[in-house]
């Protein structure tokens, strides 16, 4: 989980002064969708028709459920700063794993994600959709 002294939470408002001073260059935003006001920017990020990542997030797996929902479709450095698979609480990673529109992005470098975890990443989802 991520140190909390460094969470900024979602904020629709700020969100609109950004996109209309970066002038159509966003292209993806990156969220925690269970932050208090996650779910109604992921609802503007979406009528911005940018790609919306999900990463460094605590979500539950109905949390995580609800943002691919609500338009989240690729999930950033899978595991890094989330909540870790429990058999009776999956979390994001599985939620994800369920999603076929979802790509994911773990990172492949030893140091976040052991080579165990990504054997179960490929073997979870179709390797195409890894990058």
Not at 33 to 56: D, N, S, Y
Not at 71 to 92: E, W
């Amino acid at each position: 989980m991520q140190n909390e002294k460094f969470l900024r939470h979602p904020d629709v408002e700020e969100m609109k002064s950004i996109f209309r001073e970066a002038e159509g260059l966003i292209k993806m935003v990156t969220i925690a969708p269970e932050l208090p006001g996650g779910m109604e920017l992921l609802r503007f990020l979406k009528e911005q028709e940018v790609v919306i990542a999900v990463a460094h997030s605590d979500a539950t797996y109905e949390e995580a459920k609800a943002a691919f929902t609500a338009g989240a479709s690729h999930v950033t450095y899978c595991f890094n700063g989330m909540r870790p698979i429990h058999h009776r609480d999956p979390g994001l990673v599985v939620a994800a794993f369920e999603e076929g529109h979802s790509t994911c992005r773990p990172s492949w470098k030893g140091f976040i994600c052991i080579q165990s975890l990504c054997v179960l990443c490929t073997a979870s989802k179709d390797p195409r959709v890894w990058y």
